[in-house]
């Protein structure tokens, strides 16, 4: 099965680009993951979305060969970043490759409850007109204080929450194989 990450932080240290990695090393043998790069995509522009650059094309092309999209947000301002909902404008207009796609959503901040009210946002817009990509229900992955739970080199290293991803993980695995049948 063939993955497609998308982390809405383009930051360095970001923790959810490390949520995403300990997820592509972690489950290497249960599914291919691909961390997508946002940092390339310019702003959504109707004007050329008919003609986007090579870095618009590529990553459409990746999204649409992919077998499901994780998304992983942070939590800016009690929403999803803009970054992400660009990536979202150019995937959902033309040739609209997440329509049909099946989703699962994950996040990490620095607050107590994780990115809640970025996860609700993200699933209303998943689920809005043009873009229609299937959730996973009940399979809410949030890690609020992620800087205790992340060691100096970027590692998960609080036990609870890699054991809830196991269990996650498993979940999705099933409900995948439920829809590809």
Known sequence: MKIVAIVGSIRKESFNRKLAE???NRYQDKFELEILDLKPLPFYN??????????????????KA????????PEYNGTVPGVLVNAIDWMSRVDKV??????????AS???????KAQLHLRDILFAMGVSSPLLP???VYVGAAHEKFDAEGKLIHEPTVQFLDTVVANFLTWM???HQ
């Open 22 to 24: 300990h997820v592509k």
């Open 46 to 63: 109707q004007d050329l979305e008919n003609e986007p650059n090579e870095a618009v094309d590529s990553f459409k092309a990746k999204v």
């Open 66 to 73: 992919a077998d499901a999209v994780l998304w992983l947000t």
């Open 98 to 107: 997440l329509v049909g796609k099946p989703s699962w959503i994950m996040g």
């Open 110 to 116: 620095m607050g107590q409850l994780g990115t809640v």
């Open 138 to 140: 009940g399979n809410e």
């Open 177 to 179: 194989n439920r829809y």
